[in-house]
């Protein structure tokens, strides 16, 4: 005998719970919303919990340009021991810099003080549509199909699932479908910071330095700096003939990559994270082209170590000590919205009347081979998000945070980090509990001042920086 579906229901109904998921739900739960948050992985965090460095967080002048959720982590990672700083790469960039086991605990402790009802291992796989409102969706879990309705909608899937499978517009990639390459993110512990930070600073031609005009110093100097701050925060470079890594690329012992990227995650365990490796022409909306890339990416994962240890300084007796739990994707799909984040305002700086989060990473698209474009925000500023790039043409009831808001190729190419997903994230859980507040459940009546006045109050930031 046929049983109906379990049916489950929230104000607000996040679906992702990456880095803007979990703003988000933070954010719904501090205005006064219930939330469930559906995570389609084992693990919620997303690449909060992957390893990289948080990037966005602050501008290129080092003002910060996110706040609320992500101090709220930052906070239970320092009581864990887990912080490891704000270093400044001597070349583009700040970068916040956690322990990921530690931000593993402290993800899992924000969302179950707000008693945010969380469920891993839970993949949605079609809408349920009134009108122009999307009523819930039907997901897959353990115990089978069940619905999970909200009045409000937050789409933090990265790849705009629910839109999509909505119905509503979407781009992906350059005008001819080109996506991003995909990459695993890796670490290493027992690197000899000392003798790794010497060979920095003695041969700055090695590294990427010194990219975005508001430093004002020789790569030399940069080298230096980043050797006194005793952070080993620095992009091994792959472009320029005749260093290491590009002569490991024409040799055929690496693969071609732009560069070797890397941070500390743990002072503690001499522990440093890595993003280099790389495949294009992979679409991250397709599982079977994702599982065919893995392999290849672990491959290099391995290649890459077998490099550093040979290589360079402070490696020899370095060794694996973590893989990032999923394969990391740049770029998929991109909403077509009410407004439109536009390249040239985010290369500006500009700020917006209806700017409700703030962005300040370069331009930054990586393409095959070794190619990457790098572009810095003028003046190292910082630039607005306005609120209608969250909203999605044709839905009264969804909202977006992350990657996928309607946006510029290239534009999104500086947006798409984990500090901008986190502040697009508060934005959006605010926007979501003021609709369900309102009555009508429609982000479009949620007044814009107001918005930013909770934003600001709640510790986002919207004003007050370069």
């Given at each position: 005998?046929?049983?109906?579906?379990?049916?489950?229901?929230?104000?607000v109904l996040v679906v992702g719970g990456g880095a803007g998921g979990v703003a988000a739900s933070i954010a719904a739960r501090e205005n006064g919303a219930s939330v469930l948050l559906l995570e389609r992985g084992s693990a919620v965090g997303g690449e909060l919990i992957g390893g990289l460095p948080f990037l966005g967080t602050a501008n290129a002048l080092g003002q910060p340009i996110v706040g609320?959720?992500?101090d709220i982590l930052l906070d239970k990672c320092r009581d864990l021991d887990g912080y490891v700083g704000r270093p400044f790469d001597g070349r583009l960039m700040y970068g916040t810099m956690?322990?990921?086991?530690?931000?593993?605990?402290a993800v899992v402790e924000a969302l179950a003080e707000r008693r945010i009802r969380t469920l891993v291992g839970t993949s949605v796989d079609d809408v349920v549509i009134e009108g122009r409102e999307v009523r819930g969706v039907i997901a897959h879990t353990k115990g089978g199909p069940t619905l999970f309705t909200g009045d409000v909608i937050v789409d933090s899937s990265g790849d705009a699932d629910v839109v999509t499978r909505a119905g509503g517009e979407v781009?992906?990639?350059?005008?001819?479908?080109?996506?991003q390459p995909v990459t695993l993110v890796f670490r290493m512990s027992h690197v000899e910071f000392p003798v790794l930070l010497e060979f920095i600073r003695d041969n700055p031609d090695e590294f990427t330095l010194a990219e975005n005009p508001v430093i004002e110093k020789t790569p030399a100097e940069c080298a230096a700096d980043i050797h006194a701050s005793g952070h080993p925060f620095a992009m091994?470079?792959?472009?320029?003939?005749g260093s290491l890594l590009s002569d490991a690329i024409e040799a055929g012992s690496m693969y071609q990559t732009t560069g070797i990227w890397m941070w500390p995650t743990s002072m503690q365990r001499q522990e440093l994270g890595f993003n280099t490796t790389r495949i294009s022409g992979v679409d991250g909306t397709d599982s079977f082209a994702i599982a065919?890339?893995?392999?290849q990416l672990t491959t290099q994962v391995q290649q890459a170590m077998t490099f550093l240890r040979r290589n360079v300084p402070g490696f020899k007796g370095a060794h694996l000590s973590g893989v990032a739990p999923r394969v990391g994707v740049r770029e998929t799909r991109r909403i077509k919205g009410d407004a439109v984040l536009q390249t040239e305002d985010v290369l500006a700086g500009k700020k917006h009347p209806d700017g409700i989060a703030r962005g300040g990473h370069h331009v930054d698209i990586h393409g095959a081979g070794t190619y990457q474009k790098r572009v810095p925000v003028r003046g190292g500023m910082s630039y607005d998000i306005p609120y209608g790039t969250l909203i999605p043409a044709g839905f009264d009831n969804v909202v977006v945070a992350g990657r996928c808001l309607s946006s510029e190729r290239d534009a999104n190419g500086s947006a798409r980090v984990i500090g901008t997903a986190m502040a697009m994230g508060q934005a959006a859980g605010t926007a979501a509990a003021m609709a369900v507040a309102e009555g009508s459940g429609s982000l479009r009546a949620v007044p814009v001042v107001a918005l930013r006045e909770s934003?600001?109050?709640?510790?986002?930031?919207?004003?007050?920086?370069?």
């Open positions: 005998m046929a049983q109906s579906i379990p049916r489950h229901h929230a104000d609320g959720p992500l956690v322990d990921p086991e530690a931000m593993k605990l781009l992906k990639g350059d005008e001819k479908g080109t996506l091994m470079q792959g472009e320029r003939p065919d890339a893995l392999s934003i600001d109050e709640q510790g986002g930031v919207i004003s007050g920086t370069n």
